[in-house]
């Protein structure tokens, strides 16, 4: 091999390398830029607020990964979360009266939800699975439908009522440490005004880590997973090798709706009202994450954890831009940027794959 | 000797268009059949029902002599019918090993009850079968996406043989190579013959055919219209066979 073709061949590594690690670099610039430019980024505070405010985004983008992986798109996941925040308040509004104690009352709400909010990804997998209709246009119906009833629900003003303890887990700690007491979890102990307690990891961040990890074992080490990789790698592939498709594919339709709908009923968690459009802003975010994290749109590709350092991105750019005190539009403008940054890296700096 | 897998009268049609009409053929253990013809003559949905993706409207498929019921791919799998198709149906972006067990993963239980994929035993199992058929790949965790058309098509017959198949059909399984690994693919048709394996090779290139196949049968509209054995015929006779201008002993 004469020297040049050695210096293309590390180039060629050195892009491909830079192809696929990029994005844990640029979440690092990103950190590094923030602390330096506003001091208080680099905090427990705002790591916690970061990964507060970015469950929503985490739990959709990882529902709209299992569906862009098949080579599919979930454009409904958003408007699900609205209705699954709704749903979930005027189910234990309903519940509440019945005498069953605040726990029964929110854990039967949970359930009964999830249950619900399985439905409308049901439907969309059958139109997407069954009757071959594209999942662009399936799941925008799903999207309108999903907006229409909610706004029936609530006639057009918000659900509210959310018992306390519901509230209390939103916007409630897995730890608290204070000074001279035992640390106490989950429950904020009762001190002295002004006395400092730490609080540690909010209870909806825990659930978020939870849920996350559990599916990102399911896409990378389960049959299921592997089948919703060869889908959307050849579908006919997947078809001959006797991969029931169409129920996977209608697995991962309702997979990605259980999802937002969790997200639904963190959301009534965190904000306390139930809100048909809660979810709508963040489609794109969560879609962008997958992006970002480097799976293609055409199927095949995508982890779980390259998507929540997709989410990551946004969420740092999102909290560092309003702690420097920029306009929000910047943010728009940085997600495109960063949107098409992802794309033209992927293209032309393809990861060696393994 | 006895036929291993055998179709009587199967019939297939669309709509108004019969697309395969009373077709019977027979295939014994460790023999080529080729099954010739021009485009739109029927061959590949004679294959797609005996692999079980069409069902067939008339006719029935015998297995070892016996009826069988193939109403899935699934349930030619089971009977060990293994197809491989022009476009060789792998999932690129997937390795070698994922490939070769697609959809029959093998999986491990961790803790006891969580039942994981087996990646490094499907490795395994990969590197035994490519180095039974003297295939090489120099890493099994590469994605099929970075094989050469030769590669691929050693992982698709590599796949079926992991199965034992008894029988596998191949669509034009050189179509897309180049010289040199046509040859070894041929060579590999060769070695699964002597393995007892029974072949059914679509192809148009009648180099192929007069090179690995036995005996060849040829179709025309959805009809079968002659069945050779290859030592006795010529190439020009199969031309004409699969053209229609010769008829002339077509029954011998």
Known sequence: MSNETKADARRGRAASFLGGHWIYLFLALEIIYFSLRTGSFASLNALQILLYYGVQVFLLSMAELFVIVTGGIDLSVGYVLGFASIISIKLMEWLGPLGLGEPLTVLIGVCATLAVGLIPGLVNGWLVAYLKVPPFIATFAMLGVCHGVSE??????????????????????????????????????????????LEIVPDIVVVTAVVVGIFAFVLARTRFGRHVYAIGGNIDAATRSGIPVKRRLLGVYALSSFLASLAGIVYAFMYVSGKADGGASLLLDAIAAVVIGGASLFGGTGTVLRTMIGALILAVLDLGLRMAGTPTFDKYIMVGVILIFAVVIERYMPEARK | MDYILETRGITKRFGGLTAVDGVSIGLRAGEALAVLGDNGAGKSTLIKVISGVHKPDEGEILIGGKPARIESPMDALAHGIETIYQDLALAENLDVGANIFLGRERMKRRLGFLKVLDDGGMADEARKVLDRLDIHIPSLRSTIRTLSGGQRQAVAISRSIYWDAKVLIMDEPTAALGVAEQKKVLNLVRTLKDQGIGIIIISHQMYDVFEVADRLAVMRRGLLVGERVVKDTTADEVVGLIVGSETVGKER
Do not use: E, Q, W
């Not at chain 1, 916007?171 to 002295?192: E, I, W």
């Open chain 1, 152 to 197: 029936l629900i609530i006639n057009g003003v918000y659900a509210m009522g959310l018992p306390k303890l519901a509230a209390d887990i939103g916007s409630g700690h897995f730890l608290y440490v204070t000074k001279g007491v035992p640390p106490s979890f989950f429950s904020r102990p009762v001190v002295d005004r002004g006395v400092k307690v």
